[in-house]
């Protein structure tokens, strides 16, 4: 059986380099791997951490691209790929424009589609945008649903899907999580080498989203300022993400405050080690939701929704919204109320155990696909 993976986006690669592992070691499978490099430097980052070569990249990436760009890019180069491998089965990741275009590409040659993270929803089609409806089109396209949860699978129940062809399987991320977190390690990184983890209180922040640019992310940035000033035993690290639009919003807000540390985006391992190390994350990242548990460290979700339902119940993860008054009052309860720091740190990761990508492969060589 020939499994064609393909992702393009950090983290689709992070979630996916431990099940594209599971699938090479199989003796029965034969594992071909293609990107799409929506993401370039982001991904390669990835692909090096995981001593990953990709068998096809079709090196898509433009500048400040759009979502129209996307889309066509990877429907045309997916279109090559799939008629010289003829793969049994496409596995795609989540919920990017490369995951539902190559969605899109391998129905269109009839070819079935495993949609790994299946199932997460807002029921909001323009939050996050364009993520909800990349992930409901794919579901719809998708003949074998490896969702996470309990709650994804009753999502796409909901939506029709057939229940033989869901399989809960829990998170990839944290088969990711697990293979680094333990690996003694040491920073390389000029900044976070001289910051005092121990002294001071670091706070990690990552913003991205689309529907977060603009008046949003002023309003984020603004919360993130007002604390570095209130707090002096408060240091913020950012590792700003590559959207040029991004880089120029935390620029103008951040830029030369004092104790906020604007650096370049970190590979997977310093990260995890800088997120282990801190003392709270704020953040609009889906997968940091899911990993934070896992280190014992609260989230702020600066959104204004989340499809990690599962994580806020837990008590892992606060949804923080959008507004700068409220996001700077949540910051200062979880800096200045050890019992309610306590409680969120001290919960259960409800995503999963790290053998979703042994599951996975499993199933795919038990099922009869048509
Ligand atoms: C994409 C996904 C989003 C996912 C996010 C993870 C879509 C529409 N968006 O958003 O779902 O949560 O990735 O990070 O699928 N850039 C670089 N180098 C890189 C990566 C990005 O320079 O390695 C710059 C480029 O100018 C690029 C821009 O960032 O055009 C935006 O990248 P894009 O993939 O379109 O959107 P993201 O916001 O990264
Ligand atoms: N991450 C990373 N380096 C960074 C920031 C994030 O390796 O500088 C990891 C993070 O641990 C998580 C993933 O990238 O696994 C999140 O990616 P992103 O925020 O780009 O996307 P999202 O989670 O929103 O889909």
């Not at 799939?82 to 129905?107: I, Y």
């Not at 700003?240 to 620029?251: E, G, K, T, Y």
């Amino acid at each position: 059986m020939k499994i064609l993976t393909v992702f393009g986006t950090r983290p689709e690669a992070i979630k996916m380099a431990p099940l594209v592992e599971a699938l090479q070691k199989d003796k029965e499978l034969e594992s071909v791997l293609c990107v799409t490099a929506q993401h370039r430097e982001m991904l390669d980052q990835v692909l090096a951490l995981f001593a990953l070569t990709p068998d096809y990249d079709l090196n898509i990436m433009k500048q400040d691209q759009s979502v129209n760009q996307i889309t066509s890019a990877v429907l045309n180069g997916m279109e090559a790929v799939l008629e010289r491998e003829k793969p049994d089965l496409v596995l795609v990741h989540g919920d990017t424009t490369t995951t539902f275009a190559s969605a899109l590409a391998a129905f269109y040659k009839k070819i079935p589609v495993g949609h790994v993270e299946a199932g997460l929803r807002t029921y909001d089609k323009y939050s996050p945008y364009p993520e909800e409806m990349n992930r409901v089109l794919t579901g719809h396209i998708a003949e074998l649903h490896f969702a996470p949860t309990e709650r994804n699978r009753q999502n796409l129940l909901a939506e029709g899907v057939r229940e033989e062809n869901i399989f809960i399987t829990g998170n990839t991320v944290i088969d990711a999580l697990l293979k680094v977190k333990d690996i003694p390690y040491e920073f390389e990184d000029e900044t976070l080498k001289s910051l005092d983890f121990q002294g001071k209180r670091v706070i990690t922040v990552t913003c991205h989203r689309r529907e977060n640019l603009g008046e949003n992310m002023a309003q984020i940035f603004g919360a993130i300022r007002d604390a570095a000033q209130a707090f002096p035993d408060v240091e913020v690290v950012y590792p700003v993400h590559l959207n040029p639009r991004v880089r120029q919003a935390a620029r103008e807000v951040l830029g030369g405050v004092e104790r906020v540390h604007l650096i370049a985006p970190l590979q997977y391992q310093p990260f995890v080690n800088l997120m282990a190390r801190s003392f709270l994350i704020v953040t609009d990242s889906g997968g940091m939701q899911e990993e934070a548990p896992s280190l014992g460290k609260p989230v702020l979700v600066v959104r204004k929704e989340t499809e990690r339902p599962e994580a806020l119940e837990a008590g892992t993860v606060k949804l923080a919204g959008v507004s700068r008054e409220t996001i700077f009052s949540m910051v200062k309860e979880l800096l200045t109320e050890k019992e309610k720091y306590r409680r969120m740190a001290g919960a259960k990761n409800p995503y999963g155990d790290g053998r979703a990508c042994d599951r996975i492969v499993r199933i795919i060589k038990n099922v009869q696909l048509e």
